[in-house]
């Protein structure tokens, strides 16, 4: 820790504090993710551990970049490389301003990001704008916090329900499904594209699991064996009313372009085996519609 001054706390992360700072060596500011080890703990915590392994291995310019591991005593500190803010932070800044283009930008970023952890075979499971990292005013995104992330294989392994905070988590996870894969991340971040382009207001703000599940359903429609085969058989599956698709997306998004809404609608379905791949989400194109604007190259 010699290394570094001038630290701030600006903020905790998944299991831990974060701080900003100085690296004196070459005057850059970086981010000091700092994890106690408590005495009963039996080393590094598997989150802290799980976080080290996957960003060793993902670079690139759409997610935070692990610059430095320290282990000392009772302490483990992660150097990223310091962001501005994070989307939420940002949505507080613009007071709901937030025009098509620059939800275009940020969401094909966010897909870019996800499609190279899907690559090489990470889920993030964690998406929420929180974890979303912005540089350079708003214009390049990353994703961080990779405490609660997943290597995945074949054949799928049965993970945690556990996963993704409720605003951002797939109906098939709030059944109790434990068998899952990309489409995971897929639907937190069509969450996501909605809230950046309502100006910040989340898609679905529920209470609890049974509210969360109801405000999916009364706008998309409560799913049955014939649009979903095997969701009653999921561990947490409940009876809910039985709600048709309620006000179109183009109500529910009014800033999003028709090209937007359609790649909207081919990821928000609660089936997930339906719901459209990061990569093909890339393809659409609401990502090469003529009125784009061309963004500013930005730095890595």
Known sequence: MSHYSDLQNIGQGTYGTVYKAIDKRNNSTVALKVIKLDDEDEGVPSSALREICLLKQLKHPNIVTLLDIMHAEKKLTLVFECCE??????FDQCEGKISQTQTRHLMQQLLRGLSYCHSHNVLHRDLKPQNLLLKNNGLHLKLADFGLARAFGIP?????????????RPPDVLFGAKLYDTSIDLWSAACIFAEIANGGRPLFPGADVEDQLKRIFRLL?????????????????????????????????????????????NILIP???????????????????PDDIKSPTVSQ
Request: with cysteine; aromatic share 12%; net charge negative.
């Open 85 to 90: 803010q994070d989307l939420k932070k940002y």
């Open 156 to 168: 799928v392994r049965c993970f945690s329900a556990e996963v993704v905070t409720l605003w951002y």
């Open 221 to 265: 429609g409560t799913p049955t064996e014939e649009t979903w085969p095997g969701v009653t058989n999921l561990p947490d599956y409940i009876q809910l009313p039985i709600f048709l698709p309620g006000m179109p997306l183009s109500q529910v998004v009014p800033k999003l372009n028709d090209l937007g809404i359609d790649l909207l609608k």
């Open 271 to 289: 089936n997930p085996i339906y719901r459209m791949d990061a990569e093909r989400c890339l393809l659409h194109p609401y990502f090469s519609s």
